[in-house]
């Protein structure tokens, strides 16, 4: 195992074996050991003691399908806390086939200079100067790094939102058609990278020296066994490559729990126009794609290929939650607005979800109306000129709520929620309070209990236990380098088991469900000591008061879970 | 496309079928659902074993917004949606 540590300040490079305290560790497990280990939790997340570390999963660069999330890593300048942001497309894969474990990025490079990093087929990292393309968005700038470095090589960029340090700055990394489309957007990641004073890397896609697995016999026939497991899975055999992750969107509007007009509403009433059904319909009639692969080595195929009514390319993927930050929480119901919104902020490098938000309560608070959708363009392209306003909407929703005063901001520690609400889902709420990083569905989203059946989305009872159990299983998974959507495939006893015997065969080490929920505990402790000696304390855990007090149409219900109760999610 | 039980008193739902569902209904029209007829007293049970929906088929059934057990009655002028297992993403 070997990492690459480049400093910024005077563009050093060392390539070493990653020390034995990390033995066994990948993706978001090896992003919070680097980070808990070497940044100082009170250091300012712009500032040169910040460390963005960009690790792929253990699995990454495996012959296993499905595997190619990258985990990148810092103190987050949104929320303060330490903070795992993943993307998908090709750097992942790319990676784990270099043999390179993670990428430690340290330091900052001189005021008003910009570098990028490239990494050849070889495994040699190199820096070149990016000050040409300063202020160039991710597609134009995607493009011209191919045609220098050639088309055999994949990138991780920021465009202006990360070159102005905004707090809601994605870092895009380009899918296997090589456009920038897929986006570590979480927590402001972005803005670290152009802190940094890094605009780009470049990793060469044809490397050939992953690290050595213990038992690839074993391993490639439990590979074989994951896979046909997805195939049978009637959500990531099925409904997934049919209408993608936009399929959700009857589902939560079906509960009552789609926020839409900044939380106001738990049920879109134009949610028909812009659900997974109406997409795929619209994509096929138009002769764009659906079942389209996104990520390097997926057999799922959930993205798509958003076009206009010419047939000329828009955006990949429109995603879930997208949808619902541009659609739902803005009042918009027009598919075409929103694939534009979702091309800008891929373009400018934003999150679509905090910038959705943060257009949420600048529209709830009287500045444009819900339903606008020619002035949410206007309000994410004033991102990328760098006016005022635009700053304010790219540093997110809390940015916004104290510009112009407004009491309903949907933020936990200052990062938005997702397109589920916490009063018509309780346990997602349980998760949004007690992440180790702001509110993030992805941490721990408890859709499949609700529609299973096997929790009550209204009630207080039992969503501190389930969140936790899904919260530690997430963290795990994040240190594997599987998507979260194929990470459902694991609910069969047979996929659950090929997984462990995958990581026990790739460590050498025996990895059963018990030690798979270490790995998650382990890392979720280590982010939640950063963050408390980084201040943070369970009083910080909880969610906004309006939560509390609004009850969410059509169940009228608040959010109901005990601050005694989210105390107890740690008990582990 | 509407369907007639053969016992009276009867209820009258309004299903609605998201996902890969509604290919299984050749008449099936997508802004008015299906109309169905059932005796009074049935239950989910019996609306997912006139759809024929299988385990594979993954469909849940939510009667006015809250997901519904198999065992739970259907009523009078329900609106009734059927999607697919979702997890999110």
Known sequence: ?572 | MSSRSDSAPTIQIVVKLYGTLPRRFQEYDPEKGMLLEFAQGARVADLRSRLNLTAQDSGVVALDGRVAATGDLLYDGAQVRIFQMAYGG
């Open chain 1, 1 to 572: 195992m070997k990492w690459i540590r480049v400093n910024m300040a005077n563009q050093s490079i060392q390539v070493e074996t990653v020390p034995d305290a990390y033995s066994g560790l990948g993706g978001r497990g090896l992003t919070a050991a680097v980070i808990h280990a070497e940044v100082p939790p009170k250091c300012d997340a712009l500032g040169p003691e910040n460390k963005l570390v960009i690790a792929p999963g253990l699995l990454s660069g495996t012959s296993l399908v499905n595997t190619s999330r990258i985990s990148i890593g810092a103190k987050s300048p949104l929320t303060g806390t330490i903070k795992e942001s993943n993307s998908g497309g090709k750097i992942a894969a790319s990676l784990g086939k270099l043999g390179i474990t993670a990428i430690v990025i340290e330091g900052q490079a001189p005021a008003g200079h910009l570098y990028l990093l490239s990494v050849d087929a070889s495994g040699n990292a190199k820096f070149g100067a990016a000050d040409p393309y300063k202020g160039m968005r991710t597609y134009a700038l995607s493009a011209k790094l191919l045609e220098s470095y050639g088309p055999k090589n994949t990138i991780a960029c920021i465009g202006p939102a990360g070159e102005y340090r905004l707090k809601s700055a994605s870092i895009q990394t380009t899918d296997v058609d090589d456009r920038p489309c897929r986006a570590a957007g979480r927590g402001g990641l972005g803005a670290v990278m152009g802190s940094k004073g890094l605009k780009a890397i470049v990793v060469s896609t044809e490397g050939s020296n992953p690290d050595v697995i213990s038992d690839p016999e074993t391993f490639k026939e439990a590979a074989k066994t994951f896979a046909q497991e997805l195939r049978k899975n009637p959500f990531t055999g099925k409904v997934l490559p049919n209408f993608g992750t936009a399929s959700t969107v009857s589902a939560v509007n079906s509960l009552g729990a789609f926020p839409c007009y900044n939380a106001t509403q738990g049920v879109f009433e134009g949610w028909e126009k812009i659900s997974g059904e109406a997409l795929a319909k619209m994509i096929k009639t138009r002769g764009g794609k659906t079942q389209h692969m996104g990520c390097a080595q997926c057999i799922v195929h959930c993205s798509n290929e958003f076009v206009d009514e010419q047939g000329k390319y828009v955006t990949s993927s429109l995603e879930y939650e997208t949808i619902w930050s541009m659609g739902g929480m803005l009042g918009i119901d027009d598919l075409d607005i929103i694939a534009r919104l979702d091309f800008l902020c891929d373009d400018i490098g934003l999150d679509t979800i905090n910038t959705g938000v943060a257009m949420a309560v600048a529209m709830d608070a009287g500045y444009k109306s819900f339903g606008d959708g020619r002035a949410a363009i206007d309000m994410v392209e004033e991102v990328a000129r760098g006016t005022e306003m635009g700053r304010l909407i790219g540093n997110g929703p809390d940015a916004v709520g104290k510009h112009f005063n407004h009491h309903r901001v949907p933020t936990v520690k200052g990062q938005s929620i997702a397109a589920y609400d916490p009063r018509g889902m309780q346990g997602n709420g349980v998760t949004y309070a007690t992440s180790t990083m702001g509110a993030d569905h992805t941490a721990g989203n408890m859709l499949g209990y609700y529609l299973s059946g096997a929790l009550k989305p209204l009630e207080a009872e039992g969503q501190v236990d389930a969140s936790r159990k899904v919260q530690i299983g997430m963290a795990a998974m994040d240190c594997t380098g599987m998507c979260i959507l194929a990470g459902v495939g694991m609910a069969t006893k047979e996929a659950s088991g090929a997984m462990f015997t995958m990581l026990s065969a790739k460590l050498g080490q025996a990895i059963g469900p018990k030690e798979y929920a270490q790995m998650g505990m382990r890392t979720l402790k280590l982010e939640r000591e950063f963050n408390q000696k980084a201040g943070f304390t369970n009083k910080d855990d909880r969610l906004p008061r309006f939560f509390c007090e609004e009850p969410l149409p059509p169940h009228n219900q608040v959010f109901v879970v005990s601050d005694e109760a989210l105390d107890q999610l740690y008990n582990f």
